[in-house]
């Protein structure tokens, strides 16, 4: 098998082809029936918990693969298959990609197509394969906007019915990982059983939580410094006798680029003695190029700041973002007065506190 660690900083653990399974790890057997999906290597990865992508490839001999390795916390994973090309036509020489949950245990795996596998050893999937059924089954026929609002229904559902459950865990973290503000989050996740709240997902998600409550309206505006084209640095949050919009974009970001024409009809409208523009992009540092052909084309003329680590920096960290387009304003006292601010809501709102 070849594994490979994708990470910065120091690693907590390594995947190795010498592991020894162990009560404290997992290995996952796999068998492909013989008239199934021709299938020549599949493909193991998911991130741990400091957000590194971990990868694990294996070939498949005589209809067989072993998976072995050792999970910081359970998980759910990304299985992709690579079929071999010359059993399946050129439109469907790409790999297919399912999706499942994995824990610390033996595990056996039956795969006939992507549609139809089976996997037993882990009550974690049974409990995840039941949950996703669900689902599918509350969601048929509903348009994307209900779906999304269904399936955090269903999440909240069972977490709430379910304080112990490892997936529940899981489910809080996808929940968390995609909110901006922390609602009815902290109270669902204060009913989760200790045991999970202690663990390294269980930190973190307390920790993202404390920060979305920390950064709202009515609170004071983080400050930093972040370069701009020209890698000269400048303070970000509040100027004051200024209101700020602060704004957080990426090149790659589609309802970004939007939400760019609105704020640079915004800009002409709005005195710049009274009202700051300032841009930060999270495009990481293999897309600075895109970066700064973007903000060109969309004529952002203002000052526009970029932190190449993307998601994972210290200003996107500070301000709670973990998706974008996501804007600020600050008033002249550093306090956020409004968030999230799109489309025409935009100028409604600076019209009413700029004078």
Not at 77 to 82: D, E, G, K, T
Not at 291 to 303: C, G, M, N, P, S
Request: aromatic share 10%.
């Amino acid at each position: 098998m070849k594994k490979t660690i994708l990470f910065s900083g120091l690693a907590l653990f390594v995947l190795s082809s010498s592991f020894a399974q162990s009560s404290d790890g997992f290995q996952l057997d796999g068998v492909i029936h013989p008239n199934g999906y021709p299938v020549v290597k599949v493909i193991l990865s998911y991130h741990d918990t400091l957000g590194r992508k971990v990868s694990d490839t294996a070939s498949v001999v005589k209809g067989t693969f072993v998976f072995k390795g050792k999970l910081d916390e359970s998980k759910r994973v990304v299985f992709s298959m690579v079929p071999d090309t010359s059993r399946v036509p050129p439109k469907k020489r790409f790999p297919v990609i399912i999706g499942f949950a994995l824990e610390n245990k033996f595990m056996k795996m039956a795969l006939i197509d992507p549609a139809n596998f089976i996997i037993s050893g882990s009550s974690l999937h049974m409990e995840d394969r039941a949950f996703q059924q669900n689902i599918q089954l509350q969601t048929k026929g509903l348009s994307p906007a209900a779906t999304a609002s269904v399936i955090r229904q269903i999440k909240t559902s069972f977490i709430r019915d379910h304080p112990r459950s490892k997936l529940t865990l899981i489910l809080m973290d996808e929940l968390v990982s995609q909110a901006f503000v922390s609602g009815e989050l902290g109270e669902l996740w204060n009913n989760v059983d200790h045991s999970l709240q202690m663990g390294l997902t269980g930190r973190r998600i307390s920790e993202r939580l404390e920060q979305m409550v920390s950064v709202t309206i009515g609170s004071c505006a983080p400050s930093f410094l972040l370069p701009d084209q020209a890698g000269v640095e400048y303070p970000v949050g509040a100027i004051h006798g200024k209101y700020v919009l602060l704004h957080f974009w990426a090149s790659w970001c589609i309802p970004c680029r939007e939400e760019n024409e609105y704020l640079v009809r915004a800009r002409q409208q709005f005195d710049s003695a009274k009202i700051a523009f300032v841009g930060v992009s999270i495009d990481k540092s293999e897309y600075r190029e895109n970066w700064i052909a973007a903000k060109q084309k969309d004529r952002l003329e203002w000052l526009q700041l970029v932190d190449l680590r993307g998601i994972e920096g210290e200003s996107a960290k500070a301000f709670s973002v973990r998706g974008v387009p996501r804007n600020y304003l600050i008033d002249p006292n550093g306090i956020i007065v409004a968030m999230d601010l799109r489309g025409d809501q935009l100028k409604a709102t600076l019209l009413k506190f700029i004078k």
